[in-house]
C-alpha cells in the first residue's frame, strides 16, 4: 500500500498521513478483485491459446466418438431401410401368396418413429441412434415371427402353392422387352385411355410360352380380340389367361403343371407386334400379375420387372 505525507507548516516537516480504515480495507478488497479478475484472464487465456498435450488427445477423442456416433446412426438408417424393403415384400407375400392379412405397421414399429441424426447435439444424437436401434430390434423380431408364420403356413398350403401362378410365362431370356405394364394405357388402335388388364411380353415369334401354376385348361382356341388363347383354372380362385398365341399345344379339359409348355407367342387377334398378353384373375378380378413372379425372380430382377412394368407404356393389343 502507498504511503503517503503532507507538509505541516507549524513544524515545518513532512508528516505521514495515514488513511482511514475504510479506505484500507476498501483498496485491499479492490486490489483484491483485480488480481482475481487478472487471474481468471490467465486460465482463460491459457486454456483456449495454449493446447496442453492432455487436452489435445481428449479433443480429439471426443471428436473421433461423436465422428463414430453419426456414422452408427447413418448405417442404423441404413439398415432400417432395408428392413423396410423387407416389410413391404413380406407384406406383398402375404396378400398375394398367402391371403391373409398382413402384419400391421403398429406390430412391427411399436410407435417407433425414424429420426434424422445429421447435425444434432451429442445427447441427442445417442437418443436418436438409440431409439433407431430400439426399433430396428422390434422389426427384426416382429420380422422373424412372421417368418416363422409363413413357413408353418407354406407347409399347411404345399398344394395350394403349387396351384398359384408363380412364374414368368416367358423366360426372362427370351424377352426383348417389357412392353407394357398392368394399369391405364393408351389404346395402340383407338388412341383413347384403356385399363391394361395384363402384362405385354413382347417377344419372337414362336417363343415358348408355359404354364405358371398347375391348373385345367378350361379353354384353348380363338377368342376375338384374344386371337388365339389359353384359359388356366388353378383353383383357389385363380384363372390365368395367354393370348396372341401362333400356337396352342394344349386342350380343354387338360391339366398341366408349372412349367410345362402350352403354346408359342404370336401375333393373332388385336394385336400390333408379336408378344404375349398374360393376364391373372382371382375371383375373377385381375390383379397385377407382376406380383406373381416370385418363384423365378432373384430380388433384383423383381425389381427391376417393377420398375420396368411401371414404366412400360406402349400397349401392343
Known amino acids: 500500500m502507498q504511503?503517503?505525507?503532507?507538509?505541516?507548516?507549524?513544524?515545518?516537516?513532512?508528516?505521514?498521513?495515514?488513511?482511514?480504515?475504510?479506505?484500507?480495507?476498501?483498496?485491499?478488497?479492490?486490489?483484491?478483485?483485480?488480481?482475481?479478475?487478472?487471474?481468471?484472464?490467465?486460465v482463460v487465456a491459457l486454456y483456449y491459446v495454449v493446447d496442453f498435450p492432455k487436452e489435445r488427445q481428449l479433443r480429439r477423442h471426443n471428436d473421433a466418438l461423436a465422428e463414430s456416433l453419426e456414422e452408427l446412426g447413418h448405417r442404423a438408417d441404413r439398415a432400417l431401410a432395408v428392413m423396410e424393403d423387407i416389410a413391404a415384400r413380406d407384406n406383398n407375400f402375404y396378400r398375394v401368396v398367402m391371403q391373409a392379412e398382413p402384419l400391421g405397421a403398429a406390430a412391427r414399429y411399436a410407435g417407433l418413429e425414424r429420426r434424422r441424426v445429421d447435425s444434432l447435439p451429442d445427447d441427442a444424437l445417442v437418443r436418436a441412434v438409440a431409439t433407431d436401434i430400439d426399433r430396428l430390434d422390434n422389426m427384426i423380431y416382429h420380422q422373424s415371427r412372421s417368418f416363422d408364420f409363413l413357413r408353418a403356413r407354406a407347409m399347411e398350403s404345399k398344394d395350394?402353392?403349387?396351384?398359384?401362378?408363380?412364374?414368368?410365362?416367358?423366360?426372362?431370356?427370351?424377352?426383348?422387352?417389357?412392353?407394357?405394364?398392368?394399369?391405364?394405357?393408351?389404346?395402340?388402335?383407338?388412341?383413347?385411355?384403356?385399363?391394361h388388364e395384363g402384362m405385354d411380353f413382347s417377344a419372337a415369334p414362336g417363343t415358348p410360352v408355359y404354364a405358371t401354376g398347375r391348373g385345367r385348361v378350361i379353354s384353348a382356341g380363338w377368342n376375338s380380340g384374344y386371337g388365339n388363347l389359353i384359359e388356366i383354372d388353378h383353383g383357389y380362385g385363380y384363372v390365368t389367361r395367354y393370348a396372341h398365341l401362333s400356337k396352342i399345344g394344349v386342350s380343354a379339359g387338360q391339366t398341366v403343371s408349372r412349367g410345362d409348355l402350352i403354346?408359342?407367342?404370336?401375333?393373332?387377334?388385336?394385336?400390333?407386334?408379336?408378344?404375349?398378353?398374360?393376364?391373372?384373375?382371382?375371383?375373377?378380378?385381375?390383379?397385377?400379375?407382376?406380383?406373381?413372379?416370385?418363384?423365378?425372380?432373384?430380388?433384383a430382377e423383381y425389381d427391376a420387372m417393377i420398375k420396368q412394368a411401371e414404366n412400360a407404356g406402349r400397349v401392343m393389343d
Open 263 to 299: 403354346g408359342e407367342v404370336g401375333n393373332t387377334g388385336k394385336s400390333t407386334g408379336p408378344h404375349l398378353h398374360y393376364e391373372v384373375r382371382l375371383h375373377g378380378a385381375p390383379q397385377n400379375p407382376v406380383n406373381y413372379y416370385f418363384m423365378d425372380l432373384s430380388p
Open 160 to 195: 395350394r402353392i403349387a396351384h398359384i401362378p408363380a412364374i414368368q410365362p416367358v423366360s426372362e431370356k427370351s424377352l426383348r422387352q417389357m412392353a407394357s405394364g398392368y394399369g391405364y394405357r393408351r389404346d395402340p388402335i383407338y388412341g383413347t385411355a384403356k385399363f
Open 3 to 42: 504511503a503517503f505525507y503532507r507538509y505541516n507548516q507549524a513544524t515545518e516537516r513532512y508528516e505521514r498521513v495515514f488513511p482511514s480504515r475504510r479506505r484500507r480495507v476498501w483498496v485491499t478488497l479492490w486490489q483484491f478483485v483485480w488480481g482475481a479478475l487478472a487471474g481468471a484472464a490467465v
